[in-house]
């Protein structure tokens, strides 16, 4: 089984910064994809940034510019750099993974976190 734990939420003032990781630990052989999304009441859970195993990345147009996605294949981590945050950026942010958990093992498998709260105020 593979897990993934999320850390460095919390509350900030706008203009400030936080620092999301997202560690993932288990029967891992490779991580295609590794994402972060955001979720607020009563809205659906949407794309923040995306980072592929060719380290391409896709980032939501309101994100450009103020959040870097970064990974570390050798920790199976994913990390989302939130500078300059507004109050619209407050929501539960989650992490979700595309992992392969073995050499003979073709298939990708889905996973996401337990989601940290992050709390931007004006």
């Known amino acids: 089984q593979v897990q993934l734990v999320e850390s460095g939420g919390g509350k900030v003032q706008a203009g400030g910064s936080l620092r999301l990781s997202c560690a993932a630990s288990?029967?891992?052989?490779?991580?295609?994809?590794m994402e972060w999304y955001r979720q607020v009441p009563g809205k659906q859970r949407e794309l923040v940034a995306r980072?592929?195993?060719?380290?391409?990345?896709n980032y939501a147009d309101s994100v450009k510019g103020r959040f870097t996605i970064s990974r570390d294949n050798a920790k199976n981590t994913v990390n989302l750099q939130l500078n300059s945050l507004k109050p619209e950026d407050t929501g539960v942010y989650y992490c979700?993974?595309?992992?392969?958990?073995?050499?003979?093992?073709?298939?990708?498998?889905?996973?996401w976190g337990q989601g940290t709260q992050v709390t931007v105020s004006s």
């Open positions: 980072i592929l195993s060719t380290n391409s990345t």
């Open positions: 979700y993974m595309t992992i392969r958990p073995g050499a003979y093992l073709p298939n990708l498998y889905q996973y």
């Open positions: 288990g029967s891992i052989f490779s991580i295609n994809s």
